[in-house]
C-alpha cells in the first residue's frame, strides 16, 4: 500500500514507559538483556525504543519447544514457540505441519510479539468519574456481578448481554455457551453472526453441514478456483500457496470476482469486476451459460440434487443483456468464464465476507452452493466449496454454538434440544427452565425463542421495549473478545453504549469499546489471556481441530478466559451447575475435562471422537501427515486425517480418521467417507428427496436412505449389532441424542453415514426466497432497478427485533450519497484490529486509515491522493481518513478498511486509552460510517453495500 | 563453496508482509528500521507485482566499493556484512545500492544518520560476543545452520534464500511448470513454445538468482 512505512506514528511511541511489570523486565532485572527500564526515566524516547525492543539473550539459557497454532486466521499455521527462562524468545516456522510448511503472513510472522504484550490491558480497571482507576478481581468481579443480579431481578436475565468470541478456544467457547445457558439467556453470540452466519444457514440448507466442504491442502487438485468476494491475498495469505501450487502445477484457472482488483486478482488468470451487492445475479448469469450449452453435470443432478428445475426457471430470466445491466459484466466474459469452470473441472468455489456481509446473504451462499452443484463440483478432490473461515476459532466457537439461536452442535432451542444438553451436562432440565424469564413475548418464551444477535445488540438497548420479545432493553452488555468496531452503525452504537447501565470488557486489550463513548462511568476492563498463556483446541477452517501448548504464563494480571467464567459462575451462584463434571484446580477449570464433556454431547456434527489424547497424538505428530491428503501414513495416528476434521464419527475408542472431504462417496464412511445430508424430511410434494443410486463405497444401502434411529436400526434388523449397554441408552433415540454413540457405530459398520443419504436440495422452502433471488441492497443507486428487484418487507421481528427493509430501500439517498461505499482486509491486521494495531511490528506497515478511490471520482470531487477526506456514509456517519486514489476501485466506489479504531469522527481518542495501552496504530472505524441492513435468516450485517459521500477534509 | 542468495518468485509473492515481519521477529530492528520491504510496481492495475527486496549480497558488492572506511566485508559463503563500530553513518552506501538496503536510524538522540542497518542474511556480524552481537547485528540463524527468517516463513514459498545452485535449481522447476516464454516475469501464456524450448529459457533465466528481478521489474 502506498500510504505505508512512515515514520512514526502520531500515536504511537510517546507513551511507551510506564509499562507495569512484564516477564521481559523480569529478564532485565536478572540481567540477562542489556536493556532496561531502569533507565527509561532520564533518556529520550528515541532510547527509550531501543532498550523495549531488544530481547537479547545467553544462548546458554536451556530452550523449551512449545507447539501452538497462530491466532490470526482460520488457516490454522502451526508455530514453534521456543520458550527461555518463561519468556518467548524464538519462533521457528514448523517446516513439518500438514498446513502451511512453516509459512506465515505478516501476523503470523510477528506471533512472538504477543509474549511482549506492551500495549497490553495490565490489570482489571473501572472507569470512575471520567478516570481508569486500577481495581482488583475479587472487587470487579463482586461489583458486576452485584449489579448484573440487580438486572436479573429487575429486568430478567435477558437484559444482560453475554457477547462471546471467536477467538475462544473450543473449550472456552463450550464452556462460555453454557455459562449463558445457566445464567438462563440466549442473549449470547459471537462475530460469527457478522462473519459467515448466510454461509452456515445458506450451505447448511443445501446439503446438510454449513462449513468448509474441502481442505486448503486438497485445493492442490482444483483444475479451477473461482473466489467470489474473498481475497486470500491478505485474509488468508498461506491459503495462497496452495492455491498457487494448483495454478503452477494443475495449470488451475484462478477467476477472481470482486468489484475491488485485489491483490489476490493480481495472480489470478481472469479477473471479473462486478457492482457490490449482486452476486446472485453474477451467478445465475454464469449458469445461464452452463444451462444453454448444456455444460451441467446431468447425472450428478439427477443422483444429488433436489430442486434443480425451479432453478433453472430462475436463470432463464437472466440473459446476458440482463446480467450485464445488473450486475456490470459482459456477455463475452460472462460465457468465458462459464466456460472455464465447464470444461476444467473439479473446480472449487472460495468465498468470503464479500458474499456474506450482505442482507441477501443467505442467498448469495446458496447460489455459489448451485453453480457447484450444477457443474457436479461436490463432494469429489479438488472440488467443493472452500469457505474460508475468518478467525482463528470461528469454525470452532460456531460449532460450539456461541450463537443466540442454538445451542453447541447445532442442536437448535427447542425443548428437545435442551433436554438432550441437559443430559449431557448432568443437570435438571427444569432447574435449567427455571433459570430463564417465564415470560410470554408474542407468544414465544425466551428459553426457545432466538436471542438477539450480535449485529443488533445496539437496537436490543435503543429499541422500544414494547417492541422487543422480552420483558426489557439490554441494559448491561459484557463485550468478551469482541471488537465493536467491526459493527456497522458506529453513531448510533455510541448512543447504545452511552445509554447502557454497564459495560465490561474483558480482551487482552481495551479495544475501541472502552473509548468511543463518552460514558464517565460503569465501564469495567478486565485482562483476559491470548491463547497463548493457555493451552485447549481450536478448529481450523477445513475443520482440523488442533491442540495447542501453552507457551507463556499470563502475562501481568491477565487471567484465563475459563478462569474469568468459572470466577463469574461462582459469584452469580452456579458454578457447582456449571462445573459439575469439570475439575478446577487453582480457580482454573481443566481443559481436558471440558474438551471431554462437548465430546460426549456432540453428536450431530461428530465432535465426539476427538478426545483430547487423540488431539495430543496428532499434534505431537503433525509432521506424520501428507502434505496433499492430509493423512497420516504409519507413526501413532496411522491411517487419520490431520486433525480428525469433523465429522469424526463415534467414540473416540471407534477410531474414526475424520472426514477430510464432505460428501465425497469415494471413500466408505469409516475411512472419511460421506453423502449429502437427510436434514430436510424424506419426501416433499410426493418426490423423494433422498439420493438415487448415490452411496458411499461399501455402503449396504446402496440407494438413499433416511436418517439413523432405534427404530430404523430395528427396522433394518442391525438393532442386535448394539451391545447390551448401547441397546439401553440407544431405545427411543437416534444418531444425534444416542449418548453411547451406538447408533453411530452400527451405522457405520454397515457402511452408511447416521445421518442418511439425501439429496442437496437446491431450493429451500423454509427461507425468504426459496429459489435464491437477486435483490437490490437497501441504499442502492440504480433506482431503476427496483421495480423489478426490490427488498422485503420490513419485518415485525426477527431474532426478537423489529428489521427494516422496504421503508429504507423506499428512500432515495442516492442523490446526496452518490458512491458505493465498501470494506475490507489488511494483511497486517485482523478484525477490529486492537490487538494487531498494538503489535509494533505489524503496526509499523500500515500507519494510516485511508480510503481507495478511483482518479475519476477523485478528479471530480477535487480529492488528491494523500489528501484528508471525510467519507459520510448514507446514515450520515463521518470518518476523516487519507484518501489513495487508484484504480484497484471502479468508479463510483469507495473501498475502506475496517481495521482500525481509536478515532470518531475526526476526534483522536488515544488519551481515553488506560495509560500505556493506547495501541500504536488509532484511526478511524470504518464502520463509524456504514449503515443499517441485515439479512433476512440470519441478522447479518450489511457491510458491502451501503452509500457514501467524500468532500475534501 | 556455498554462495547464498535471495530470490523472490514474482509470480508468488502477494505482499503479505510476511518477509517483513518475519525480519522484525528475527531481528527485532527498531521501529522505522526495514531491512527488508516489499515493493509493489503496478498496485491496483492489471500488471501489478510484487517482489521483497533486502540487500542482494551481490558478488562484486558496490557498498563496499564505496565505503570510506572499509567498513564492508563479504563472508566465504559470500554474505556481504558490514561493522557498525567502523560505520560512520556518511550513507555513500546507501547511494551506491540499487536496492535501497541500507538503513539509517531516523531518530537517533543526537541528531546524527546513526550507524548503517542492513540485512545480513540472518548472519549476524563481527562481535563475539553473543549478546552483543544479537544487539548490533540481530539473529545469527547461518551459524545455528539456518536460513535467514523472512524466506523460512514466506506465506507462499515466494522468496528463496540459500545456495544460488539450490534456489536457482528449485526456481528452475518452477518456471518449467508454469511454461513462461520469459522466466517468471511476464504474464503466464502457458503452451507457446515446447517443454525444451522453455527448459532452455527457464536455465538462461535462473542461473544468476538476483540481477535480473529488479531490471525486469
Keep these: 500500500m502506498k500510504l505505508t512505512k512512515k515514520k512514526y506514528a502520531s500515536s504511537g511511541k510517546a507513551d511507551s514507559k510506564g509499562l507495569g511489570l512484564s516477564r521481559r523486565s523480569f529478564l532485565k532485572n536478572t540481567g540477562i538483556t542489556t536493556g532496561g527500564l531502569a533507565a527509561a526515566g532520564f533518556m529520550g524516547n528515541s532510547m527509550i525504543r531501543q532498550a523495549e525492543a531488544k530481547t537479547a539473550l545467553s544462548p546458554d539459557v536451556p530452550k523449551e519447544v512449545k507447539r501452538t497454532i497462530c491466532s490470526h486466521c482460520s488457516v490454522g499455521c502451526g508455530v514453534y514457540a521456543e520458550v527461555q527462562n518463561g519468556v518467548w524468545t524464538h519462533q521457528e516456522p514448523a517446516f513439518d505441519h500438514p498446513f502451511n510448511r512453516g509459512a506465515h503472513c505478516a501476523k503470523g510472522a510477528s506471533l512472538r510479539e504477543h509474549g511482549h504484550g506492551e500495549r497490553r490491558l495490565k490489570y482489571p480497571m473501572k472507569l470512575v468519574n471520567g478516570k481508569w482507576q486500577k481495581v482488583s478481581w475479587e472487587t470487579a468481579i463482586d461489583e458486576i456481578g452485584d449489579k448484573m443480579q440487580q438486572i436479573r431481578q429487575e429486568s430478567g436475565p435477558d437484559s444482560v448481554y453475554w457477547l462471546g468470541s471467536a477467538k475462544h478456544s473450543n473449550e472456552q467457547a463450550y464452556l462460555f455457551r453454557k455459562f449463558a445457558s445457566l445464567w438462563g439467556t440466549n442473549n449470547v453470540d459471537h462475530q460469527a453472526r457478522i462473519c459467515h452466519s448466510t454461509t452456515v444457514s445458506g450451505v447448511a440448507n443445501t446439503w446438510g453441514y454449513g462449513a468448509m466442504t474441502n481442505s486448503f491442502n486438497d485445493m492442490h487438485n482444483c483444475k479451477s478456483v473461482i473466489l467470489i468476494g474473498s481475497n486470500p491475498s491478505e485474509a488468508h495469505p498461506v491459503a495462497m500457496q496452495h492455491i498457487l501450487l494448483a495454478k503452477e502445477r494443475n495449470k488451475a484457472k484462478i477467476i477472481v470476482v470482486d468489484p475491488r482488483f485485489t491483490r489476490t486478482a493480481a495472480k489470478a488468470n481472469e479477473y471479473v469486476r462486478i457492482r457490490p451487492g449482486t452476486d446472485v445475479a453474477y451467478v445465475w448469469g454464469l449458469l445461464w451459460h452452463i444451462f444453454e450449452n448444456g455444460w451441467e453435470d446431468k447425472e450428478f443432478i439427477r443422483q444429488r440434487v433436489y430442486g434443480m428445475d425451479e432453478v433453472r426457471t430462475e436463470v432463464a430470466k437472466w440473459v446476458p443483456s440482463e446480467v450485464e445491466n445488473v450486475t456490470g459484466v459482459g456477455e463475452a466474459q460472462m460465457r468465458k468464464v462459464a466456460k472455464m469452470l465447464a470444461t476444467n473441472r473439479p473446480g472449487s468455489i472460495v468465498w468470503c465476507m464479500g458474499g456474506t456481509q450482505h442482507t441477501t446473504g443467505s442467498n448469495n451462499t446458496r447460489a455459489y452452493c448451485i453453480l457447484m452443484l450444477a457443474l457436479g463440483n461436490m463432494g469429489v478432490s479438488g472440488g467443493g466449496a472452500n469457505i474460508f473461515r475468518g478467525h482463528d476459532n470461528v469454525q470452532g466457537a460456531t460449532d460450539l454454538g456461541v450463537l443466540s439461536h442454538t445451542l453447541p452442535g447445532y442442536y437448535g432451542l427447542s425443548a428437545g434440544a435442551w433436554k438432550h444438553w441437559a443430559s449431557v451436562w448432568d443437570l435438571d432440565y427444569e432447574w435449567i427452565k427455571g433459570r430463564f424469564d417465564q415470560g410470554k413475548y408474542r407468544g414465544k418464551q425466551p428459553m426457545n425463542n432466538n436471542g438477539i444477535p450480535v449485529s443488533r445488540w445496539v437496537d436490543g438497548v435503543l429499541e422500544n421495549k414494547d417492541r422487543i420479545e422480552q420483558k426489557d432493553n439490554l441494559r448491561a452488555m459484557v463485550y468478551w473478545g469482541h471488537a465493536v468496531n467491526s459493527q456497522t452503525r458506529g453513531v448510533e452504537m455510541k448512543k447504545a453504549m452511552e445509554k447502557l447501565e454497564m459495560m465490561v470488557i474483558v480482551d487482552p486489550y481495551p479495544t475501541h469499546a472502552a473509548v468511543m463513548h463518552d460514558r464517565t462511568d460503569g465501564v469495567y476492563l478486565l485482562p483476559a489471556c491470548t491463547q497463548f498463556e493457555s493451552y485447549g483446541s481450536v478448529t481450523a477452517s477445513n475443520r482440523s481441530i488442533q491442540w495447542r501448548d501453552k507457551v507463556i504464563e499470563p502475562l501481568f494480571e491477565s487471567k484465563t478466559d475459563h478462569e474469568i467464567m468459572y470466577r463469574f459462575a461462582k459469584k452469580l451462584g452456579f458454578a457447582d451447575q456449571l462445573l459439575k463434571n469439570i475439575k478446577v484446580v487453582n480457580n482454573e477449570p481443566v481443559i481436558e475435562d471440558i474438551t471431554r464433556e462437548f465430546n460426549r454431547g456432540m453428536w450431530t456434527i461428530g465432535y465426539t471422537a476427538q478426545s483430547p489424547e487423540r488431539l495430543k497424538e496428532h499434534q505431537k505428530n503433525w509432521h506424520t501427515f501428507d502434505f496433499e491428503t492430509l493423512k497420516a501414513e504409519g507413526g501413532a495416528a496411522d491411517g487419520d486425517f490431520y486433525g480428525m476434521p469433523w465429522p469424526c464419527w463415534g467414540t473416540p475408542e471407534m477410531k474414526h480418521p475424520g472426514t477430510p472431504l464432505l460428501y465425497d462417496t469415494s471413500k466408505p464412511v469409516a475411512e472419511g467417507g460421506l453423502n449429502f445430508r437427510a436434514r430436510f424430511g424424506v419426501e416433499r410434494d410426493g418426490v423423494s428427496l433422498l439420493s438415487e443410486d448415490s452411496f458411499p463405497v461399501g455402503a449396504e444401502i446402496q440407494d438413499g436412505h433416511p436418517e439413523f434411529s432405534d427404530k430404523l436400526l430395528k427396522q433394518l434388523g442391525w438393532w442386535n449389532d448394539l451391545t447390551p449397554a448401547e441397546k439401553t441408552s440407544a431405545e427411543g433415540k437416534n444418531w444425534k441424542t444416542d449418548l453411547s454413540g451406538g447408533i453411530q457405530r452400527v451405522a457405520i459398520k454397515h457402511g452408511c453415514a447416521p445421518f442418511g443419504n439425501a439429496k442437496a436440495r437446491a431450493i429451500v422452502w423454509t427461507f425468504p426466497d426459496k429459489v435464491p433471488r437477486h435483490r437490490e441492497p437497501l441504499y442502492t443507486p440504480r433506482r431503476d432497478l427496483l421495480d423489478k428487484y426490490a427488498t422485503w418487507k420490513d419485518s415485525e421481528s426477527m431474532y426478537r427485533l423489529p428489521t427494516l427493509y422496504e421503508s429504507i430501500q423506499k428512500q432515495d439517498f442516492s442523490k446526496e450519497y452518490p458512491i458505493i461505499l465498501t470494506s475490507g482486509r489488511l494483511v497486517e491486521y485482523e478484525g477490529g484490529g486492537e490487538e494487531t494495531r498494538s503489535n509494533p511490528w505489524l503496526a509499523e506497515l500500515q500507519q494510516e486509515m485511508f480510503a481507495e478511490i478511483n482518479p475519476y471520482d477523485a478528479n471530480n470531487l477535487n480529492v488528491r491522493d494523500e489528501a484528508d477526506i471525510w467519507v459520510e456514509g448514507a446514515e450520515g456517519g463521518r470518518i476523516k481518513v487519507k484518501a489513495m486514489v487508484t484504480r484497484r476501485v471502479d468508479r463510483g466506489v469507495v473501498f475502506i478498511p475496517f481495521h482500525f479504531g481509536g478515532k470518531f469522527q475526526g476526534k483522536d481518542l488515544t488519551d481515553k486509552y488506560p495509560q500505556g495501552s493506547a495501541p500504536y496504530v488509532v484511526g478511524e472505524a470504518a464502520n463509524t460510517a456504514t449503515t443499517y441492513g441485515y439479512d433476512s435468516v440470519t441478522q447479518m450485517q450489511e457491510t458491502k453495500v451501503t452509500l457514501c459521500k467524500v468532500t475534501p477534509a | ?217
Excluded at chain 2, 544518520?113 to 547485528?137: H, I, N, S, W
Excluded at chain 2, 508454469?178 to 533465466?205: I, L, N, Q, Y
Aim: aromatic content about 6%; hydrophobic content about 35%; overall charge negative.
Design chain 2, 1 to 217: 563453496m556455498a554462495r547464498m542468495k535471495f530470490l523472490c518468485d514474482s509470480e508468488r509473492c502477494i505482499e503479505c508482509n510476511g518477509c517483513v515481519t518475519a525480519c522484525k521477529n528475527a531481528n527485532e530492528t527498531e521501529w522505522g528500521i526495514q531491512r527488508r520491504r516489499v515493493v509493489t510496481i503496478d498496485d491496483g492495475e492489471p500488471n501489478e507485482t510484487s517482489i521483497s527486496v533486502a540487500c542482494m549480497h551481490c558478488t562484486d558488492a558496490p557498498c563496499m566499493a564505496v565505503c570510506p572506511t572499509d567498513c564492508f566485508y563479504q563472508t566465504d559463503d559470500g554474505i556481504v556484512l558490514h561493522d557498525k563500530d567502523l560505520c560512520i553513518g556518511c550513507g555513500y552506501c546507501l547511494f551506491a545500492c540499487p536496492f535501497g538496503a541500507p538503513q539509517f536510524p531516523q531518530e537517533e538522540a543526537f541528531g546524527e544518520r546513526g550507524k548503517m542497518d542492513k540485512c545480513t542474511f540472518c548472519a549476524g556480524g563481527p562481535e563475539e560476543d553473543p549478546v552483543r552481537q544479537k544487539e548490533l547485528y540481530g539473529a545469527n540463524r547461518i551459524a545455528e545452520g539456518k536460513l535467514p527468517l523472512c524466506a523460512e516463513m514466506c506465506s507462499t514459498k515466494a522468496l528463496l534464500a540459500g545456495d544460488a545452485q539450490v534456489v536457482s535449481d528449485i526456481f528452475r522447476e518452477r518456471v518449467v511448470y508454469r511454461g513462461h516464454k520469459d522466466g517468471a516475469w511476464s504474464a503466464v501464456t502457458p503452451g507457446e513454445m515446447s517443454e525444451e524450448e522453455m527448459a532452455v529459457r527457464a536455465e538462461a533465466f535462473a542461473t544468476d538468482a538476483s540481477s535480473p528481478v529488479i531490471a525486469k521489474a
